[in-house]
């Protein structure tokens, strides 16, 4: 990292701010510097400012159009309670910004690593998603792929319930729809259990 530093600094002759950025769920202590030692010489001793997401109100940066923050908001401060508005946020977010797909899938598979949400919770954004202004609606639905696997995937099931209530066999459905066993299974007790 230091010798990256410094060859960036002698290219651009600009300030370099040394930066960790720690996405820990608690608040936790950390030191502001990085030493290397041998027993009788100090090799490199590295300095950096510290930014703890789990600190920051991720509301703060709802309103920029910066795609690290839309990431990054998916680790701040929110309480259980926020997690689909927070999801609802980030889509917002980044259907203002005219990123390239690759872009897009990096930021989606940042922001569901940390943020994943169920599947109680995924049906309310979708309705929450449905009270925004429809232009806005319309912007964040036409998001690659995201919602359109989710309807698709939707949809699948909805056409698996249909074939289980007609009497079906599970081979039948499997050889239909591609799902497993397993998963015609879980929905099955899925349907007993409603």
């Not at 940390?114 to 925004?132: D, G, P, T």
């Amino acid at each position: 990292m230091f010798i990256y530093c410094t060859r960036l600094y002698e290219k651009h002759r600009k300030p370099i701010l040394p930066l960790a950025v720690f996405s820990y769920n608690d608040r936790r202590e950390v030191p502001n510097q990085f030493t290397i030692k041998f027993p009788n010489i100090q090799i490199i001793e590295f300095n950096y400012l510290q930014l703890h997401l789990v600190q920051k109100n991720w509301r703060a940066f709802i309103h920029q159009d910066n795609p690290a923050a839309a990431a990054l908001i998916s680790k701040m401060g929110y309480t259980e309670s926020e997690r689909v508005h927070v999801k609802l946020e980030f889509l917002r977010m980044v259907s203002r910004m005219e990123l390239n797909p690759a872009k897009m899938k990096l930021l989606y598979g940042f922001f569901d690593t940390y943020l994943k949400l169920n599947e109680k919770e995924e049906r309310e954004m979708r309705k929450e998603v449905s009270k925004l202004p429809k232009e806005e609606a319309d912007r964040v639905l036409e998001l690659p792929n995201y919602y359109f696997e989710k309807g698709v995937e939707e949809g699948v099931e909805q056409v698996v319930y249909n074939m289980i209530n007609k009497g079906f066999s599970d081979e039948t459905i499997r050889d239909i729809t591609g799902f497993s066993l397993d998963k015609i299974k879980d929905l099955k007790r899925q349907i007993k259990n409603e």
